[in-house]
């Protein structure tokens, strides 16, 4: 029972954390990914691995797994890691760490991570059937039932942001019209702000963003109006939870999870997008659902990611 | 490693089977359902497993569980079963049967128990990850995962009959408007049916059932028209694939199955109402899910119930 790493690599930055046997995180440190090339990404993987030892005076021999969350596919039969915001292509992440490492590696998706370790340390702790639901750049979800992480046949499971809808027009990156993450994700709030104020909206929004400015609107940007009062903006998160209520209640009638765990940007927005979610899944579901139904934020932050990786990884080795 | 005896009680007919120790069945028999009172229905019950025994000459200390499925609620915690359909309102149906039998016996939600049938012995067989959902008299579902039934929360997972659209005018027993089951069902098929005859169709259905006859129109029928060439009829069975398709899509990219098995009256249509379901899911989901994924009608026919409720009930013994 040593020692375990885990890491949340990001098109922006690497989240790395060193947590102890019982699962405690003793030190975590925050550094932008370096993208010029697979080799350098997968140095630069290892000697955060060998500074948390360092800094923590752990020797590597009391290491015992180090777990990678990712933003991409990774084959389980082949081991080939593809992901289009790090310099991974058909790469096998965890045979060339763990050379790099002397250490079992393990790679996963990333949201499966943050919801593993949502699910294990944060929002979902004190439950057994969890649904996760990350907001970010992208849309999708994993489920963990009973501390297991379901992935699926083929892997494939969580791909709830491309279901498409009639109703909505925008075409995705996967090449269908119409997806779910086209409008619920955070570059979903910020297209359909963009697209308002096109439209005319006028407002704080209209003020801060005139049209030379447009493209740099995020979601942040979005919440930031809603919170000093612009009407528009608080419609968008709302339109937003409907949409997304769209997944949610078909899933809670499937599945009955005691919770449902939201993060990522959009979810950082709070009540105004929360409240309208919980009323939207109540009326439409079967009453037996509605008194024990959660829908909550993450609780782990930032973190989230390296609790679940550190684990997962450790609990791969301890089987 | 005994014989094991599994009942689908439905509200008009009862299916039981013997089995051996190897999920062989030996013996089955069909009877109309006793619905007079709570005890003279326990009391058949109990009568039928001893009548499979002496047919096929098996003493009774070689009997290891009995399963029985039902159309019901069953509270854990309680053990007491209410059914709409049965007179059954709180009664402890697995307690009681044990002390007729002598032996122990366990009771599950009547679509859980064929949808575990299908997964160990039918359409699912070959698969780890199994959806199944029956369309009959209601609507519901129930996901097994590597062997395993899904409970959820409240044990309640599966209501997605109990999901509402706003697109669907119907008042649903359960109190709320637009649930599907109100439409994707053998009695929504029948309703849509007698709508559209109400609402002007002309064909073979109008023909066979003049307003004075509606009321006893079915599913059956409206399939049946559709073979003789109606083409109103084949429309609703698109229809309902239609929005029998709103509940599997996100299913799929929330859980990656590797089958989903369509039961009851509805899917019986056969091609008129699969071909479309396909289609439906297909185009409305990513790319990757589309080559895997399987849609398929039940393989065991009235059967599904007692392979499912008999292996389960050994199960919970063995464990």
Redesign the interface.
């Known amino acids: 029972m040593g020692y375990r790493i885990g890491m949340d690599v990001g098109g922006t930055n690497i989240v790395a954390g060193i947590f102890d046997a019982d699962g405690k995180l003793l030190r975590r440190s925050k550094t932008r990914t370096v993208k010029s090339s697979s080799n350098e990404l997968l140095e630069q993987l290892a000697s955060l691995c060998k500074e948390l030892l360092t800094v923590e005076q752990i020797s590597e021999e009391l290491l015992i797994s180090v777990g990678i969350g990712l933003p991409g596919f990774i084959n389980k039969e082949t081991g080939l890691v593809t992901a289009a915001n790090l310099p991974f292509n058909d790469i096998p992440v965890a045979e060339r760490l763990n050379v790099l490492i002397g250490v079992p590696v393990t790679v996963e998706n990333d949201v499966k991570m943050i919801v593993y370790g949502e699910s294990l340390k944060g929002a979902g702790k004190a439950?057994?059937?969890v649904?996760g639901i990350t907001l970010g750049t992208g849309m999708s979800?994993a489920?963990v039932?009973n501390g297991s992480l379901?992935?699926?046949?083929?892997?494939?499971?969580?791909?709830?942001g491309?279901?498409?809808?009639a109703d909505i027009p925008y075409v995705c990156g996967?090449?269908?019209t119409?997806c779910l993450e086209t409008v619920v994700s955070a570059s979903g709030v910020a297209r359909q702000a963009r697209d308002g104020l096109a439209a005319g909206w006028v407002g704080l929004l209209a003020d801060r963003f005139p049209s030379e400015l447009r493209d740099e609107l995020t979601s942040k940007d979005v919440w930031q109006a809603y919170m000093d009062g612009d009407a528009f903006a608080g419609q968008v998160f709302q339109r937003t939870a409907s949409w997304l209520s769209?997944?949610i209640?078909?899933?809670v009638?499937?599945?009955?999870?005691?919770v449902i765990i939201v993060g990522g940007g959009v979810a950082a927005a709070g009540d105004v997008f929360f409240e309208p979610l919980r009323a939207y899944v109540s009326?439409?579901?079967?009453?037996?659902?509605r008194e024990?139904?959660l829908i909550v934020p993450t609780l782990l932050g930032e973190d989230s990611g390296i609790y679940g990786s550190a684990e997962y990884a450790a609990r791969q080795r301890i089987a």
């Open positions: 439950y057994s059937h649904l979800s489920w039932t379901h992935g699926g046949a083929g892997g494939l499971a969580g791909e709830i491309h279901i498409a809808f996967c090449g269908m119409g769209r997944v209640i078909p899933s009638a499937l599945l009955s999870p005691d009326e439409n579901l079967h009453p037996l659902y024990r139904l």
